[in-house]
Every structure is written in C-alpha cells, then in structure tokens.
C-alpha cells in the first residue's frame, strides 16, 4: 500500500514531517511558533501543530461578494443572536459601486444586516478590505477571519490572519469562535537587503516560485530576517498578501518599531505586545535565501508560481496595465510608479488603470500630487476595490491581449476573458510596461 | 453507504477560477444556474457531461485560490457527489465539508476518464469497477465525518449552539 501523508485535518501529527523528532509539548524546553503561541492563547489549550482548537475570534470580516452567502448560512444555523458584534466588520469592496442589480441588493441586505445586530460597516469607496483591516480593525497578537483568501495580508501586523469560506464566517459571527487545525510553519529567512529597483513584490513572486503554488499548504509561513526588517510597513503587506499564493494558511511577521509607528499613525493605535516564536521552536522547514542580488521578477501566465526573472520576460507585447489593488496600491507603489510615468505619455492605445487601496492613501497621494502625474500620464483612477482583478467590474482585456498587473492571481480568465493572459509583476515593472507596450526592465527609469 | 459514479479526470491545480470564473456571478446568483458554467473556461460543455452522482478525479491542490464558498456550492449543485484528488488546498477543504460536499484524498493517478468508481467514505476504499483495482484512500478525521454526518457546518451550529471538537488529540 502506498504511503500517503496524513490527511490534512487527523487532529494527529506526522513525526515524520518534523524530521523524527521529539512530538512537542513532551518535553518543556521545546519552543513555539507565533501561529502555535496566538492560537494557544486565544483557545486556552496548549495549541501544537497538528492539534484541533476552538479559538476565540478577534477580527471577523465579510465583504460584498462573499457575505451575503455568510448570511444565507447563518440563517441556516437558525435563531442566532449574534453575541459579539463587535467583533464583526463588513467591507464593501469586490463590486463598487455596484455594477449589476443582484448586487446592489447585496450590498443593501449587507447594510440592513449590520444596522440590525450594530456591526462596523465599512462604506462603499472606503477602501479593499486586506488594507481596511490593517487600518481599522487588527492588532499584533490578534486572530482575524475574513471570507477573503488574501486575508492572510494583515500577518504582517504580528497577527494570525486566514482566509475562510462564508459558512465559516457564519459559525464565527454565531458563536464568535471557528475551529482550526494548529498549522506547521515553515520559517523563510531572508537576509540582505533589496537592491535598489527590486520591491518587495519581486521579493514575493521569487519566494512563490521557489515553494510553489502549494508549497505552504495546511501551513503557515514566518517570514523573518534583515531583508524584512529593512522594509516598509506597505512592502510588507504586499508580501503577506501573497501569502496564499504558495497556499499558506498564515503568512506572519513579528512586530518591530516600524509596525508601531505605522500602528500609532496609519493604523490602530494603542500598547503592542508583540508576539516573537522561541528560540527553539519547531519549524517543518527552515528556508534561507540572501535577496541582495534579487532581480525584476515576473509571474507568466496562467500561474502566480511560473515566475522568471523580468529579463526573459521582456519585450513581451502588453496591452493593459493595472497598478495598484489590496496588493500594491499602498502609497509608496502609486509613488514608484509616479517617478516613472511623471512628465511622461503612457504607449498609444494602453489602457493604465490605478488602483489605490484605501480612500485614506487615495486623499494621501492626491495630496502629494501622484495622482496628478498618474492621470497626467494616461492613468484612470477607479474607487478602491477589487473589480478588474476578479473580472467582474471593469478593465476586461479583449482577446489574445496581454496585461501586466500589480495584483495578486494571474488565473486563466480571472480578469473576466479566459482568452487574455495576465503576467504579474511590481508597480515598477507595470508602469514601465504602460510606457513602452512591453515588458522591460524599469531600473532604467528609476534614477 | 457507497457512492457511485464515473470519474472525470482533471489536473493539478484547478483553482476556484477555473471552477467558475466570477463574471457569471453579475448575470445570476443562482446556484442550480451558475452550475451550468462549471469549469467551462478549462473545459467547455462540462456541466452537460455529468450525470447526477458523478465525481470530480483530479490531481494535487484541487480547490486553490479564491476562499468563494460558491466553488464547492456550485460543484454540488452540478450533481457531483463527492471529489477525490490527491491533496485539496486548504481553504476549499474547509467550504466542502462546511457544505456537506465529501472529499477522498487518494492516489488519483489509478483512476482515468470515464471510470466507474464505488467510494466508501468512512473506510476512505475506492474501488475502481472498471479496472476492478482497489484504492486506499484516507479515512475522513473524525471530526470532519461527525460534521459531513451533521449535514454540514449551518446544520451542526443549528444543534449544537456552537464547536465542540475532541479533546486531547494530537
């Protein structure tokens, strides 16, 4: 008989994906990771890879396209009283404003339900739900749930934060509890820093080409070391985003200085008690890559793991390029892309959609006039959200067209034509491409 | 109690995408009509092809991407009873038992377009009628068959007011 692992839910721990080792928790010296150490202090039970727990939720988060089917399922559950409701936000995000009646009535039945039970309700045109989250509802220590699968984008805060599917976010808003499998996490350890040119989007898409697109699947990922520490709040969200990319249950960070400044003033203020993974603890693998000689990546269709560097990639014919999303429209990717097209028409026929993430970096960078050169150089602006990344609002390619987005999935058909293709690639690299109608390497106009 | 149907054979890594693209969703969000899109951006006429009963066969991280619940939803609602694949991506493992929809991690690589399949989800056997072999698959977890046996994550919550899972495992 073949020698299959344990299927992923057994409530049982494979030895043999530890390397053999001692089973933690036999012996006290054995450490804990961050995902080990939330999970066990929000269940009250020691929490080991592989345990089955029943977590209290911190942070439950629906959206326009997904809660309505929470909803539904809650419905299901019966007469529910919602006991935590403060603990609920709904965010409208994915179909803003609303391009079809069915989801107008979405939108509205959303509203109604959170003036009903007095849930947060983010409003239309407020901003995409992972960037949202990270200013307005999560804290380091915390667990947050959202019917997102890029949910895992807040990790960066020092949280443990999944995606889940409505009926889970349901039972979480009936009980304000969801159960979990304590993941494995594998530790990426990223020393160096980023040479100038390359971001952290590079840094994600070469990380996804090496685990693969499902590499980190049951598992959470710690990414750690020099390389993060250098980086911006923002270029770690784009990486944690991506997180599931390589099928990672979590993508965390530990908290440093630069999370509570950016906490104290862009996000959620008050104390952070930051949670770090012991010394000794347990990883299912140890992954270590110096980043300093990083190149310009680019994912190719149809896979976010078909990474290569840029340079293979170039002169690739682009037809339409998106820069920004939930994945790079904080305001220091709408900058990168600003230095590039500023004085500057973008290639004749290109459409350049911008994206920003939140209304709040939108007023930023029209305040320091990026949005000026961007609509200067061709740019359309769309309110944040979600709607040509997922194909149902907006920037449609045609067929047999090529786009270069900053965003997170390059599907088959996930801009709404299955005959398109979608390379991924940074917000430098997108605004490069909307100059010159093919890929090239934008160090070449970054000074 | 034995489920029985034919095998339609996919790849590795078919992602909620290619289950059905979201732009159908702006047109109806009917689950029975939305059904009839069922992988038709890899596979044209898909939905026609299955007769009630049938299983979705495919390779490793069946499921990836999206965390839309309308995937599986959508799967059952084709007439699909069950998926075997040899792994599952994790946030459409948790929908389909949410759901109700039964998932086999098995050895998939025995089985081809068109097989006849008996599948015993409690044994986790999978006898393949048409080769006449016999397929260890996983038996479910526990606590995955208690909530498939409940009729899924609504139904259980409506009965038990909440998660009880059992203690002292691992």
């Known amino acids: ?447 | 109690m034995d489920l029985k149907g034919k095998a339609h054979k996919f790849e590795d890594d078919i992602n909620t995408d290619y289950i059905m693209s979201s732009r159908h969703r702006t047109q109806t969000l009917d689950y029975t009509q939305l059904a009839k899109h069922l992988m038709e951006d890899i596979r044209p006429g898909f939905y026609s092809s299955v007769q009630a009963g049938d299983f979705i066969v495919a390779g490793k991280n069946f499921g990836c991407g999206s965390s839309r619940e309308y995937a599986p939803k959508i799967i059952k609602a084709g007439g699909i009873s069950a998926i075997l694949a040899k792994t599952f991506a994790r946030i459409f493992y948790r929908n389909a038992i949410n759901l109700g929809l039964p998932l086999v991690e098995c050895d998939t690589d025995q089985i081809s377009e068109g097989d006849v399949l008996r599948v015993n989800l409690v044994r986790g056997e999978v006898f393949n009628e048409t080769h006449g072999t016999s397929i260890q698959a996983q038996p479910m977890p526990e606590f995955m068959v208690t909530l498939l046996n409940e009729g899924g994550t609504a139904n259980f919550i409506r009965r038990h007011g909440k998660f009880q899972v059992p203690k002292g495992k691992g």
């Open chain 1, 1 to 447: 008989m073949r020698n299959f692992p344990l299927p992923p839910w057994s409530g049982l721990i494979d030895s043999r994906e530890r390397g053999g080792g001692p089973a933690r928790g036999e012996l006290k010296i054995m450490g804990y990771t961050i995902a080990e150490k939330i999970l066990a202090e929000k269940s009250g039970v020691e929490a080991k890879a592989g345990h089955l727990v029943v977590a209290d939720i911190d942070v439950i988060m629906a959206h326009d396209s997904l809660g309505p089917m929470a909803l539904e399922a809650l419905a299901e559950m019966g007469d529910i009283a919602i006991p935590h409701p403060e603990r609920i936000c709904f965010m409208n995000d994915h179909l803003v404003p609303a391009p079809a009646r069915n989801y107008a009535q979405l939108q509205k039945q959303m509203r109604d339900f959170a003036r009903q039970w007095g849930i947060r309700q983010h409003a239309v045109g407020e901003g995409i739900c992972h960037q949202l989250l990270v200013e307005k509802e999560v804290r380091p220590g915390q667990i947050a749930i959202g019917t997102d699968s890029h949910t895992c984008m807040a990790g960066a805060l020092n949280a443990f934060a999944t995606g889940v599917g409505s009926t889970d976010v349901a039972a979480a808003m009936a009980t304000g509890q969801l159960w979990f499998k304590v993941p494995e996490t594998i530790k990426i350890l990223l020393q160096g820093t980023l040479p100038p040119g390359v971001f952290a989007k590079d840094l994600i898409l070469f990380l996804i080409g090496k685990l693969t697109e499902d590499g980190a699947n049951y598992q959470a990922v710690e990414l750690t070391g020099e390389t993060i520490s250098s980086l911006s709040m923002g270029s770690r969200f784009t990486i944690c985003n991506m997180g599931i990319e390589m099928g990672a249950k979590a993508a965390i960070m530990e908290a440093d200085e630069a999370t509570r400044r950016w906490l104290s003033k862009n996000g959620t203020p008050g104390p952070v008690k930051p949670v770090k993974p012991d010394a000794n603890a347990i990883y299912s693998r140890t992954l270590e890559y110096q980043v300093s000689k990083l190149e310009p990546q680019i994912a190719k269709p149809h896979k976010v793991d078909n990474t290569v560097p840029l340079k293979e990639a170039a002169g690739t014919p682009i037809h339409e390029v998106v820069i920004g999303t939930c994945t790079n429209g904080r305001l220091e990717d709408l900058e990168t892309a600003a230095a590039i097209l500023k004085g500057r028409r973008i290639a004749p026929d290109m459409r350049l959609i911008v994206i920003p993430a939140s209304r709040t970096i939108l007023l930023e960078a029209m305040e320091q006039g990026v949005m000026r050169t961007l609509v200067q150089a061709g740019a359309m602006v769309l309110a944040p959200g979600c709607g040509p990344c997922v194909g149902v609002h907006g920037g449609v390619p045609a067929d047999g067209e090529n786009v270069l987005s900053t965003a997170n999935r390059n599907f088959k058909g996930r801009m709404g034509n299955p005959n398109a293709n979608i390379f991924l690639g940074s917000p430098a690299a997108a605004a490069a491409a909307a100059l010159e109608g093919k890929i090239v390497d934008p160090r070449k106009y970054l000074g």
